[in-house]
């Protein structure tokens, strides 16, 4: 049995409710789909599968820097790698590798891959052998 969706737009809800619509608002297009759930408004898509959102990378000086933090995480320490250009799933799967690497967890944060604990010295090998011209910032 296959699902019906039901679409409703902003132009169709005011016409049910007996409201007129001004230009913009009649351009407005599908606001809230069954099926996928919330639409992005600007491309239409579903908000997962937006890419109008999705920010392009910085070009940068082409250095990845390889920090050591602790402000704000109750003196336990984190390993930030800033500067890598890539984004999105490249991204992603980048900070996987390096996280399955050192065998602990992280997480991306604006562009920034933060790994738990101290593994400068790791991580700065294996991205000298990706090809990346990595160097350690900071103490």
């Known amino acids: 049995m296959s699902q019906k969706s039901k ?4 132009t169709d809800l005011k016409k049910s409710m007996g409201v007129e619509d001004t230009p913009s608002e ?19 898509k579903p908000v997962k599968a937006c890419t109008c959102k999705q920010s392009n990378t910085a070009p940068g000086d082409g250095k990845v820097r390889i920090s050591r933090e602790t402000k704000g995480r109750k003196g336990k320490g ?47 090998q294996e991205l000298t052998r990706l090809g990346y011209n990595a160097k350690k910032s900071g103490g």
């Open 7 to 10: 679409f409703m737009s902003l």
């Open 78 to 124: 984190v390993t930030l790698i800033s500067g890598i250009p890539l984004a999105g799933e490249d991204l992603k799967n980048l900070a996987k590798s390096l996280k399955q690497k050192c065998g602990v967890g992280g997480t991306i944060k604006d562009g920034i891959i933060e790994i738990q604990g101290d593994h400068r010295n790791l991580l700065l």
């Open 26 to 44: 009649a351009e407005s297009g599908v606001v809230y789909s069954t099926v996928q759930g919330k639409t992005c408004p600007d491309c239409g």
